[in-house]
Nanobody, 123 residues
Framework: QVQLVESGGGLVQAGGSLRLSCAASGRTFSTYAMGWFRQPPGKERESVAA????????DYADSVKGRFTISRENTKNMVYLEMNSLKPEDTAVYYCAAARIYVGTSRAGYIYWGQGTQVTVSS
């Protein structure tokens, strides 16, 4: 059982950076794989990044690879998404999610979801 709360969203200019945080609570958080997803206005939710329970494995969507970095601090029950070189097309509600096994950027397997945080990138 995992509860997730995202924070750190806001308005940023194109080319800027932003750091999203996901605070997790639950008895077995450190054993879960984690992922970040986003949903642009009027579009379907899409995967962004994923990280294994230990942090040794990560995967990224092609659209963000080289610009975004996912990380976690299990002792703090936190997951992060560092976003650099932001583009207007990055505008979306960003969600963190938890899975019992590592599935990379696939949506399959993610069973716990946060409420989302809005990221808006202006031109």
């Amino acid at each position: 059982q995992v509860q997730l709360v995202e924070s750190g969203g806001g308005l940023v200019q194109a080319g800027g950076s932003l750091r999203l945080s996901c605070a997790a609570s639950g008895r077995t958080f450190s054993t879960y794989a984690m992922g970040w997803f986003r949903q642009p206005p009027g579009k379907e939710r899409e995967s962004v990044a994923a990280i294994s329970w230990s942090g040794d494995r990560t995967d990224y969507a092609d659209s963000v690879k080289g610009r975004f970095t996912i990380s976690r601090e299990n002792t703090k029950n936190m997951v992060y998404l560092e976003m650099n070189s932001l583009k207007p097309e990055d505008t979306a509600v960003y969600y963190c999610a938890a899975a019992r096994i590592y599935v990379g950027t696939s949506r399959a397997g993610y069973i716990y979801w946060g409420q989302g945080t809005q990221v808006t990138v202006s031109s």
